[in-house]
């Protein structure tokens, strides 16, 4: 199974900060990644697909990079609605994983 | 619009089984792949496996294989998830979510989740 390693496991940003998310795959997954947002209670909603292609409705202050094995998810000047958990997702292999999230509070 | 629902709320004794069921509407039912996706209280989350909805065909993650079973009935755009023998740590969040025309793709509307209790 290939593993997913977010870091970091939780940060505490400012409304208007810009905030990166880092994702490591155990092997080269191409580009094969996508990020999704959980808030409490709520099911998962996906930002980017393939790495880099933001989701139709995603505000574009959502952005994804990287290749291979390394893979970010960037989002500029973050919003009171951004605060949420974050997770990649390879759909390189089965079976598909994810990464073990990245929760985004409030400082 | 694109619709995901699931039935609702379930407790269970270690050793039973559970079906939830996950109905589709807005779209052409066939045109997605089906996925289930579970998530521990406090925890990430865990892929179980895909549908075809065409084909009936299945893939699991090892860790389900001989335990889980995905159907689908095509009359009504729902896919079905049982999960037997359960046990305590099956305690869950179950969700059904569905990608375009590939396993491979991302999953691009889930449903509202079902929550599975396990408890004797």
């Known amino acids: 199974d290939i593993q997913l390693t977010q870091s970091p496991s939780s940060l505490s940003a400012s409304v208007g900060d810009r905030v990166t998310i880092t994702c490591r795959a155990g092997?080269?997954?191409?580009?094969?990644v996508n990020w999704y947002q959980q808030k409490p209670g709520k099911a998962p909603k996906v930002l980017i697909y393939?790495?880099?292609s933001l989701q139709s409705g995603v505000p574009s202050r959502f952005s994804g990079g990287g290749s291979g094995t390394e893979f970010t998810l960037t989002i500029n000047s973050l919003q009171p609605e951004d605060f949420a958990t974050y997770y990649c997702?390879?759909?390189?292999?089965?079976?598909?994983?994810f990464g073990g999230g990245t929760k985004v509070e409030i400082k | 619009q694109v619709h995901l629902v699931q039935s609702g709320a379930e407790v269970k004794k270690p050793g039973a089984s559970v079906k939830v069921s996950c109905k589709t509407s807005?779209?052409?039912?066939?045109?997605?792949?089906f996925h289930w996706v579970r998530q521990a209280p406090g925890q990430g989350l865990e892929w179980m496996g895909w549908?075809?909805?065409?084909?009936?065909?299945?893939s699991y993650a090892q860790k389900f294989q001989g335990r889980a079973i995905m159907t689908r009935d095509t009359s009504i755009s729902t896919v079905y998830m049982e999960l037997n023998r359960l046990r305590p740590d099956d305690t869950a969040v179950y969700s059904c979510?569905?990608?375009?025309?590939?396993?491979?793709?991302?999953?691009?509307?889930w449903g509202q989740g079902t929550t599975v209790t396990v408890s004797s």
């Open positions: 092997q080269s997954i191409s580009n094969y």
């Open positions: 549908i075809n909805p065409n084909s009936g065909d299945t």
């Open positions: 979510a569905r990608s375009y025309d590939t396993p491979y793709s991302a999953m691009d509307v």
């Open positions: 393939g790495a880099s």
């Open positions: 807005g779209y052409t039912f066939t045109d997605y792949y």
């Open positions: 997702q390879q759909s390189f292999i089965i079976p598909l994983t």
